[in-house]
């Protein structure tokens, strides 16, 4: 198949008229002709995808982003009880102490986009 046909087949705006002929010339096995003639298209659509050159990256530079994007944020959450485990750092550790004090925990946001605008903040974002 050629990759005008199988444009031709992909194409929303000749599928009908192109698998009508496939149809017509399958006879008996019409169907099975169209279903084939999909098939070989897509085949052929996929190859030319792989053809291009790796994976695309975006370009970031007309991403301006908003001013949280550099910022840390953190989520305020109310906290009741005492931990159960130990603090692994000296800075869970002065955590601990301030939401034992205030019944108040903070945690920071790890995240790959900025809530705000939506902007990439990692290279696999």
């Known amino acids: 198949m050629t990759r005008e046909e199988a444009i031709r087949i992909l194409d929303p705006e000749t599928t ?4 009508v002929e496939y149809e017509y010339y399958g006879g008996f096995n019409g169907k099975n002709a169209m279903v ?8 052929v659509a996929v190859e030319a995808l792989k053809m291009q050159h790796g994976p695309t990256k975006l370009d970031r530079s007309w991403w301006e982003g908003c ?18 485990t130990a603090p692994l750092t000296q800075e869970q550790e002065i955590m601990d102490k301030l939401a034992e004090h ?6 920071k946001l790890e995240s790959r986009f900025c809530p705000i605008c939506g902007r990439p903040l990692t290279e696999e974002a």
Do not use: H, M, W
């Open 16 to 19: 009908a008229e192109a698998l």
């Open 36 to 43: 084939n003639a999909v098939s070989d298209a897509c085949e």
């Open 67 to 84: 001013e949280l994007c550099q910022e840390a944020l953190f989520v305020k959450r109310v906290q009741y009880l005492r931990p159960l």
């Open 102 to 107: 205030t019944g108040i925990a903070y945690y």
